[in-house]
């Protein structure tokens, strides 16, 4: 064999090896998530690995350019060095891409996304990023990433050794044929003389969400995510002319106050400012809270605390982050798909926020929470927002953390009861949990068991609702307590406990939201309207008798009209509901993913419009 045939045979097995590591990489994935694998009929699944090798290739041929350009300069250099230098190269890489391919694994159930330049924006919290997984999981995965990357180095070496040893340097004129097929991965890279290049909407094929994600290119995605921040570039959720979403928006929300009917006789507040406690429960899904049609017997004080205050039966997270949920709740400023703008100061500055507007109606404003303040940018964020009284993990001792996120919530909420003694009243004060966060730990008996991530998931919730329901105990002794509004909502729903349908679908995103508290007049109240996050600050403005028209993605929930509705996002997606249905839509597919019910004719355009708008105001904020 010339010297020429050897040189191309080792530029197509290097290349084949990355494009058998993603393949094998994609058996992984089905067979870590092999329930849901098991919901695809055997037709679907065939054609995953076929539908994901176009993005193998791709990301293939992006490893692969920089050895092909070594080794089309091999034809001067000794052998031993081409060897070393291609090693030196691939080794860290492989490592690299390794870990993603473990992140992407863990990530993906939390998130229902494939890995993306996300996690990136926590890294100034590093030990809050991966306070999601336990110390016995992150030690197990360690010893996994370490142990299969080395087992993959050790097959990528023999073949690099194979494929090059007894290599002669070669003749001039084989330079520009290797040079060619180098530069031929170009033409791989962009998947061909298409005039769009390759893009993961390339290889979704399937009707079923879970098959084209698991067709998607881990790495590919990492990377094309990471030179494709979305905030510096168009709109990407650009569907229609600019001035007709927001006509859309602007004459649904017209259609919605002009239908909304007086709510006063709801006689919803025995006093005309009352303090105003907001808990904000970390990951409270309405799949587990009773009297929203959940599991009845995960959070028993807050089922019996409904029957005491007003409890909203069709209200939704407008995102699925905590950093999506405090901006939307305190801001009433919608989430953005794939990014976040609490993470973007400059952005944030000039949002309206509700702490200020409550200081400007006499209230001092506290913000009381058990982790670290820096975490999603938080600290930035309440300071902009006029916040000056603050109670993090430092004020705790150290016995009182979980190995984790923080303190847990018993402690938290103790604390925060005694700093409502001295506080000056009236106040707006805002608590934030987070013991039923991953790895859910707690100090007290899993009241589920501690057998599946579901178990743990329910528990930590009956954990986190006896502490509440300690505390609404506790505050109804206190002299404060019938001047005094609670109001108790989630930051953002969860995939747990695991629900039929659509991974994106609107159980996932419902949340309860519970007005109580000895200043409100009416108990015993369910409102059905539709609303969601964006609605809250509006709504408890409008309850205090003040302007609330700097929150202007919002409406007053409690107001009843036929046209509210709910709209929430998810990474390159969109849901919106009301009381005709649901429709999902999903970016890269370009196509619905849910449908459900009659939905109005128009709601699809709705939702798009609304997600156009949002966006493009996120985007002209500086």
Same mark, same amino acid.
């Given at each position: ?7 191309l045979l080792?530029n197509l097995s290097y ?9 094998? #990489?994609r ?5 870590y998530? @092999? ?8 037709k679907?699944i065939?054609?995953?690995?076929l539908?994901?090798? /176009? ?10 350019i920089?050895?092909?350009?070594i080794? #089309?300069f091999?034809?001067?250099?000794p052998?031993?060095f081409?060897r070393?230098i291609?090693?030196s190269f691939?080794i860290?890489?492989?490592f ?10 863990e990530?993906y ?10 996690p ?13 997984v336990?110390?016995?999981a ?9 142990i299969s990357s080395l087992?993959?180095a050790?097959?990528f070496?023999k ?5 090059i040893?007894?290599h002669?340097?070669?003749s ?5 044929v290797?040079?060619?097929f ?8 962009r &998947?061909?003389?298409?005039t769009?290049?390759?893009n993961?909407s390339?290889?979704y094929?399937?009707?079923k969400?879970?098959?084209? =994600?698991?067709?998607v290119?881990? @790495?590919?995605?990492?990377?094309? #995510?990471l ?8 709109n990407p959720?650009?569907e229609?002319?600019?001035s ?9 929300r017209?259609?919605l106050?002009?239908?909304a009917?007086d709510s ?9 400012? %009352?303090n ?16 929203l049609?959940g ?5 028993e ?7 005491e205050?007003?409890?909203f039966?069709?209200?939704?997270a407008?995102?699925?982050?905590s950093?999506k949920g405090?901006?939307a ?7 953005q798909?794939?990014?976040s ?19 400007n109606?006499g209230y ?6 058990? &982790?670290?303040?820096?975490?999603g ?12 009284q603050f ?9 009182d953390?979980n190995?984790?996120? &923080?303190?847990?919530d018993?402690?938290l909420m103790k604390?925060?009861? @005694?700093d409502?003694m001295?506080?000056r009243?009236?106040?707006?004060s805002?608590?934030?949990t987070?013991?039923?966060?991953e790895?859910f730990e707690?100090?007290?008996? =899993?009241?589920?068991g501690?057998?599946t991530e579901e178990n ?10 006896k502490a509440i ?5 506790q ?10 509004l609670?109001?108790?909502? @989630?930051d953002?729903?969860h995939p747990l %406990?695991k =629900?039929?349908?659509a991974?994106?679908s609107?159980e ?9 508290g000895g200043a409100?007049?009416? /108990?015993n109240t ?7 996050q964006t ?6 403005? #409008?309850?205090l008798g003040s302007?609330p028209?700097?929150f /202007?993605?919002?409406n007053n929930i409690?107001?009843?009209?036929p046209?509210h ?8 997606g969109f849901?919106i509901i009301?009381k005709?249905?649901?429709f999902?839509?999903?970016y890269?597919a370009?196509?619905k993913?849910l449908?459900d &019910?009659k939905p109005?004719?128009?709601l ?5 419009a609304?997600?156009q708008?949002?966006?493009q ?6």
């Amino acid at each position: 064999m010339n010297t020429l045939k050897k040189r191309l045979l080792f530029n197509l097995s290097y290349f084949s090896m990355w494009v058998a590591y993603f393949a094998l #990489s994609r058996l992984w994935f089905l067979a870590y998530y @092999a329930e849901r694998t098991g919901e695809l009929d055997w037709k679907t699944i065939f054609q995953i690995p076929l539908q994901g090798l /176009k993005l193998d290739l791709s990301f293939a041929a992006y490893l692969a350019i920089i050895p092909f350009l070594i080794f #089309s300069f091999s034809i001067w250099l000794p052998q031993k060095f081409t060897r070393r230098i291609i090693k030196s190269f691939t080794i860290p890489i492989l490592f690299f891409i390794n870990l993603l391919m473990l992140i992407d694994l863990e990530l993906y159930g939390s998130w229902g996304m494939r890995l993306d330049s996300t996690p990136l924006m926590y890294l100034n919290t590093p030990l809050e990023m991966i306070a999601s997984v336990s110390t016995t999981a992150l030690i197990i995965s360690v010893l996994v990433w370490i142990i299969s990357s080395l087992i993959y180095a050790y097959f990528f070496n023999k073949v690099i050794d194979r494929m090059i040893k007894g290599h002669e340097k070669g003749s001039l004129w084989q330079f520009p044929v290797l040079l060619f097929f180098t530069g031929f991965l170009i033409l791989v890279i962009r &998947g061909g003389l298409q005039t769009i290049p390759i893009n993961q909407s390339n290889v979704y094929f399937s009707d079923k969400m879970f098959a084209n =994600h698991a067709s998607v290119n881990f @790495a590919w995605n990492f990377s094309h #995510s990471l030179t494709h921040q979305s905030f510096d570039m168009i709109n990407p959720f650009t569907e229609m002319e600019e001035s007709e979403a927001e006509k859309i928006v602007k004459e649904a929300r017209t259609t919605l106050i002009n239908t909304a009917k007086d709510s006063t006789n709801y006689h919803i507040l025995n006093t005309v400012k %009352p303090n105003v406690i907001l808990i904000i429960w970390e990951s409270l899904t309405a799949k587990v809270v009773g009297p929203l049609g959940g599991e009845p017997n995960v959070t028993e004080n807050l089922n019996r605390l409904t029957k005491e205050g007003i409890l909203f039966d069709n209200f939704y997270a407008n995102g699925d982050r905590s950093d999506k949920g405090l901006v939307a709740i305190l801001s009433g400023y919608p989430s953005q798909p794939h990014t976040s703008i609490i993470k973007i100061p400059n952005k944030t500055r000039y949002l309206p926020m509700l702490s200020q507007k409550m200081i400007n109606l006499g209230y001092s404003t506290s913000f009381s929470y058990g &982790g670290d303040l820096n975490f999603g940018n938080m600290n930035t964020y309440f300071r902009q927002g006029g916040i000056s009284q603050f109670v993090d993990g430092d004020h705790f001792d150290d016995e009182d953390w979980n190995s984790k996120w &923080g303190v847990h919530d018993h402690i938290l909420m103790k604390r925060f009861l @005694a700093d409502r003694m001295v506080e000056r009243q009236p106040f707006f004060s805002v608590v934030f949990t987070l013991s039923s966060h991953e790895p859910f730990e707690f100090p007290e008996v =899993h009241k589920f068991g501690n057998d599946t991530e579901e178990n743990r998931f329910r528990s930590a919730h009956a954990y986190t609702d006896k502490a509440i329901g300690n505390f609404i105990e506790q505050a109804k002794k206190q002299t404060w307590w019938d001047n005094t509004l609670i109001v108790i909502m @989630a930051d953002h729903g969860h995939p747990l %406990p695991k =629900h039929q349908g659509a991974f994106n679908s609107p159980e996932r995103f419902q949340i309860p939201m519970l007005f109580l508290g000895g200043a409100l007049a009416q /108990k015993n109240t369910i409102i059905s309207n539709f609303g969601s996050q964006t609605d809250f600050a509006y709504s408890l403005l #409008s309850l205090l008798g003040s302007d609330p028209s700097d929150f /202007k993605w919002g409406n007053n929930i409690f107001k009843p009209s036929p046209n509210h509705f709910a709209h929430y996002v998810f990474n390159k997606g969109f849901g919106i509901i009301n009381k005709n249905g649901a429709f999902v839509y999903d970016y890269v597919a370009q196509k619905k993913i849910l449908n459900d &019910g009659k939905p109005d004719k128009n709601l699809e355009k709705l939702g798009k419009a609304i997600t156009q708008t949002t966006y493009q105001d996120f985007l002209n904020r500086n």
